[in-house]
């Protein structure tokens, strides 16, 4: 089941690159959001114990939020605050993070 939503949030992910390259930032956003939602059904449903699932969540959660961040810079009227927003995200998950 968890690799099922996994699967679907990477494909709302990889759409939003595409549309990104392809200068859309207001629909790679929106699949980026798609996205988002699909990780936390994810991390919802996870199995106690499944680190690997963990790790790839994870990982995936933090990239899709520097998206949505890139995005919210890249929009017609910058949406600053929400790209603080989605970089504090990204920092709440990997505190490392030099990109955020």
């Known amino acids: 089941e968890v690799a099922t939503i996994l699967e679907k949030a990477m494909k709302y992910k990889d759409e939003g690159n595409d549309l990104y390259r392809e200068k859309c930032p207001e629909r790679a956003l929106g699949r980026y959001k798609k996205a ?14 499944a680190t ?19 995005c919210r810079l890249n929009l017609e009227e910058p949406d600053l605050k929400g790209v603080v927003a989605a970089c504090e995200r990204v920092l709440a998950i990997d505190d490392k993070s030099v990109k955020a």
Not at 61 to 70: G, P
């Open 36 to 49: 988002s939602r699909a990780l936390r059904r994810a991390q919802n449903r996870k199995a106690s114990g």
């Open 52 to 70: 690997h699932a963990d790790a790839s969540l994870t990982a995936t959660e933090a990239s899709v939020y520097l998206n949505i961040a890139a």
